[in-house]
């Protein structure tokens, strides 16, 4: 299975940092996502991770270490726009499904 | 333009009523899902459909019926509804994304409360 384990929530203060954790089993598993979801809203696609190490994109970094079944999300020059839930789901091995295991993602409160 | 969108956006009704959503997607993708995702946030897959065919039916009652008249539209009807029902229901498709990888495009969602 992939179960996926990430923070229920966090709290941030703008202009920081943050780092969002989540573990998964490794068995099944090719690639990790980052979804962003704001209140009342659709998820929308962050990042995806299929080697080890570091993505930047912007503000926004996303970690991957396969062999730990461990990744991060990383935002920086925080905005009070930035809160939202955000969701780690791993991406199955080939098999024909394209359907990621969600988790149940992390609220991210920023405050001034 | 809306790639994903979906109607209506909120649904109440009482128990035991017979209700639909309809979802349709401008992205000329072949595969479309049903998701629900509850009071806890999980986001669980319901069914998927690839090209107007039923491939991914999850552990769900048959109380739900998907319907897919063409690759671009995935209706979902649901019967005799409970309160356990309510929930949030989103309706993406999935193609290749930007990093290269099937990657879901969600609707806006379809907060349902059921009385």
């Known amino acids: 299975g992939q179960n996926i384990d990430q923070p229920t929530e966090m709290t941030a203060t703008e202009g920081a940092i943050v780092q969002i954790n989540c573990t998964y089993q490794?068995?099944?598993?090719?690639?990790l996502f980052w979804y962003q979801q704001h209140a009342g809203e659709a998820p929308t696609f962050l990042s995806y991770?299929?080697?080890?190490g570091l993505e930047e994109k912007g503000r926004f970094s996303s970690f991957l270490s396969r062999s730990k079944g461990y990744s991060y999300l990383l935002l920086k020059e925080l905005q009070m726009k930035d809160s939202a839930s955000y969701l780690c789901?791993?991406?199955?091995?080939?098999?024909?499904?394209?359907?990621?295991?969600f988790g149940r993602g992390t609220s991210l409160i920023v405050h001034p | 333009d809306t790639a994903v969108s979906q109607t209506p956006k909120y649904l109440v009704t009482q128990m035991g009523n017979d209700k639909s959503i309809k979802c349709e997607q401008n992205?000329?993708?072949?595969?479309m899902y049903w998701y629900k995702q509850d009071s806890k946030k999980f986001l669980k897959i319901m069914f998927s459909?690839?090209?107007?065919?039923?491939?991914i039916n999850e552990t769900v009652p048959n109380r739900f019926s998907p319907k897919s008249p063409d690759k671009a539209h995935l209706n979902l009807h649901i019967n005799s509804l409970e309160l356990g029902d309510s929930a949030v229901y989103f309706c993406?498709?999935?193609?290749?994304?930007?990093?290269?990888?099937?990657?879901?495009?969600f609707g806006p969602g379809t907060r349902l409360l059921v009385l």
């Open positions: 993406a498709s999935s193609g290749l994304g930007t990093s290269g990888v099937e990657t879901q495009y």
């Open positions: 789901a791993g991406a199955p091995a080939s098999g024909g499904s394209y359907i990621p295991t």
């Open positions: 992205l000329g993708h072949d595969t």
């Open positions: 991770n299929v080697l080890d």
């Open positions: 490794t068995s099944g598993f090719n690639g």
């Open positions: 459909y690839n090209n107007k065919e039923l491939i």
